[in-house]
């Protein structure tokens, strides 16, 4: 007895196990034949596969998992919709009914919809949450005539265009990174986008911009500093002055500050150790103690405008600078508790030859704070390099040079910028990019276990134009690269690295977006690529690297000299940028207007006075950027600009001697 109802029982279990069997393989088929033919309107991703999948009958589930080529394209809710309704639909039997799952790159694909695009749930662990920056910015214009509010104020923003020329070790040459096609290398046509178009739409949303490259392509340098300047270099008829108050005088700190002891410098030598700074205490009255800069400029003409402190122990956050310039007075407050012991951005102005009253820096000890304010050097232009490689400098201006050099010349430290210790340039200045933004961040809330400057990065982009090849007269596009498989999936402020991949959608979505609707063609957006490359993975911060267009490719390049293009590029990317960062933080945002057109100039109806008129433009891409009031800028003969006006009507009338 007892043996026949054991037969009975494996009867049963052999019965129920060959159609599950045949169900599997059923399955199985069905899902390779899925990923074969799986193709997608936007985008190339290649062929897809299926690696394995499980079905669990008990609990009427199916996970199915792709290789990583199916993450390559851009998921949003109503795509991942159609994916699991066409599963459904082509899967045999019982299976269709059960709740699928697929997974690709090791995620589920409605977990790979960007944040910004969700219609329900957000992963807020790549979300910055608590992550909010509540002192005041590195830098502040507070000269603008207007408040900025939903656009990217307080926000600190690092980026970067693509290499420069750099030393070639074994050949003892100085050379550039990428070959010379379609009038350009990668190395100089990468930085026609980032330095005239995409830094200023930044700032002009409010942004603290940072590129560890030099961004002035003013070849004159001078240097005005408390320690002098090297003689027949940088000015020698340059000013350097102090004057002090009943209250306070200046002094010099007990840390070393910057010093120009050389015209060249060698490797692993650093001007910010070499010289001295001065400090004083601050008072809340205006103008009692200050320290004026006064440049000997040696050829009239733009000069970006930069100054240099220490961070001690009791600095101020509201550090006051005016800067005087062919255009007027432009003043800034400066955060010295962050970013001490290197260059500090303030603003690129007009200036005359020579030395001139109106043209100076003008430090002042006025302070809502009690504390300190720190003076150094000022620097104005951007000057020729300056480091020595094999004996010789590169003979170029400073901005036509990688990233290792500058950052050597603004006092970051030898591991910074010299991993590979002087041996091999090329991938240092790749991997100095990164790290001179982590040195700068350490110590925030972003990057909070890592030594550093304590400035507030929040993401970081690099610009390249090496999207790939192709042999027929096509686009080849744009292609976006993040990294998530490092420091076990987090970011440094403990983000969950996939907010790169977030930031690296939302940047290509707007540039094919754009791109296709300016201009009459089929613009390609390529794949999203997780791969461990330098500058998405070293970052503390949510980063990513966008390959703009192949310079290898004319169909790509008969556009990308096109300065209307990089207009559109520019925008699109800071859109992007704007978009990313304000839904980190769960905030609005209202993009800035474009261009006025249809601007003229009328006698007015007063004597000795002129009528500027314009038409507004509104953005058919962008519903929030409908221009409310304008900015009117003036300047006298061929002398700087202003600091604006604010017009609420589309004309001003100005007074004409």
């Known amino acids: 007895m007892k043996k026949i109802i054991l037969t009975s029982i494996l009867l049963l ?231 002090k108050s009943r209250k306070a005088r200046w002094q010099q700190t007990n840390q070393p500050g910057f010093a120009q002891q050389k015209r060249v410098y060698q490797d692993n030598e650093n001007p910010f150790i070499t010289g001295t700074a001065r400090y004083a205490q601050t008072e809340k009255k205006k103008d009692k103690a200050f320290v004026e800069w006064v440049p000997d400029i040696p050829e009239t003409g733009e000069y970006a405008v930069y100054v240099s402190y220490q961070t001690l122990p009791n600095s101020v956050s509201d550090a006051k600078y005016l800067v005087f310039h062919n255009g007027g007075v432009t003043e800034f407050k400066v955060n010295q508790q962050i970013g001490g012991g290197t260059w500090v951005y303030l603003g690129t102005f007009a200036f005359d030859k020579g030395k001139n009253d109106y043209g100076m820096v003008v430090l002042s000890n006025e302070s809502k704070e009690k504390g300190v304010v720190c003076a150094d050097a000022v620097r104005f232009g951007g000057g020729m390099g300056n480091i020595a490689r094999g004996g010789e400098t590169s003979g170029l201006p400073r901005y036509l040079e990688g990233s290792r050099y500058f950052a050597q010349w603004a006092g970051m430290p030898y591991p910074v910028y010299s991993g590979r210790e002087g041996k091999d340039d090329m991938s240092d200045d790749i991997n100095s990019r990164s790290k001179m933004i982590n040195y700068l961040s350490g110590g925030s809330i972003f990057n909070p276990e890592e030594q550093g400057l304590g400035v507030p990065f929040e993401m970081a982009m690099a610009l390249h134009s090496d999207a790939g090849t192709s042999k027929e007269d096509k686009i080849v596009g744009t292609l976006g690269i993040y990294t998530t498989k490092f420091n076990k999936g987090l970011l440094a402020g403990g983000t969950n690295r996939y907010a790169s991949r977030d930031l690296s959608d939302i940047i290509l979505t707007q540039l094919q977006r754009d791109i296709r609707s300016n201009y009459a063609i089929d613009w390609t957006r390529r794949s999203l690529w997780d791969r461990n490359y330098s500058e998405t993975r070293l970052p503390a911060v949510p980063s990513t690297i966008i390959e703009l267009l192949s310079h290898q490719n004319f169909a790509d390049m008969r556009l990308g000299h096109d300065p209307n293009f990089k207009f559109t590029v520019g925008r699109a990317i800071y859109k992007g940028i704007l978009q990313f960062i304000n839904s980190q933080h769960g905030k609005d945002y209202v993009v800035q207007p474009l261009p006025v057109s249809n601007f003229a100039i009328h006698f007015g109806k007063k004597k000795n006075t002129l009528e500027l008129t314009w038409k507004g433009e509104d953005d058919p891409l962008e519903p929030t950027a409908r221009p409310r009031e304008y900015m009117v800028y003036t300047r006298i003969g061929y002398g700087g600009f202003d600091n604006g006006t604010l017009v609420s009507k589309p004309y001003y009338s100005v007074k004409v001697e």
Not at 65 to 78: K, S
Not at 172 to 196: A, M, V
Not at 214 to 231: A, C, F, H, P, W
Request: charged residues 25%.
């Open 13 to 243: 279990l052999y019965g129920t196990l060959l159609p599950a069997q045949d169900i599997e393989q059923n399955v199985e088929e069905r899902l390779q034949a899925f990923f074969k033919e799986y193709t997608t309107n936007t985008i190339n991703i290649g062929t897809c596969k299926l690696d394995s999948f499980r079905i669990d009958f008990r609990k009427k589930r199916l996970l199915i998992y792709t290789n990583e080529r199916f993450a390559y394209q851009p998921l949003r809710p109503v795509t991942v919709d159609a994916i699991y309704r066409h599963l459904g639909q082509i899967l045999p039997g019982p299976v269709s009914y059960f709740k699928i799952t697929l997974f690709a790159n090791g995620r589920s694909i409605e977990d790979l919809i960007p944040n910004l695009y969700r219609k329900g749930k957000e992963d807020k662990t790549r979300l910055f949450n608590k992550l909010e920056y509540k002192s005041n910015p590195w830098v502040t214009r507070i000269s603008r005539p207007y408040e900025i509010t939903r656009g990217l104020e307080r926000r600190h923003i690092a980026l970067w265009q693509s290499h420069g020329k750099y030393y070639i070790n074994d050949k003892n040459t100085w050379g550039w990174q990428r070959p010379r096609l379609f009038c350009t290398t990668e190395d100089q046509f990468t930085q026609s986008f980032i330095l005239p178009y995409l830094i200023p739409m930044l700032e002009n949303a409010g942004a603290n911009v940072f590129t560890p490259r030099e961004r002035d392509t003013q070849k004159q340098e001078v240097i005005v500093d408390n320690d002098g300047s090297l003689n027949g270099y940088g000015g020698q008829g340059s000013l350097y002055l102090e004057v």
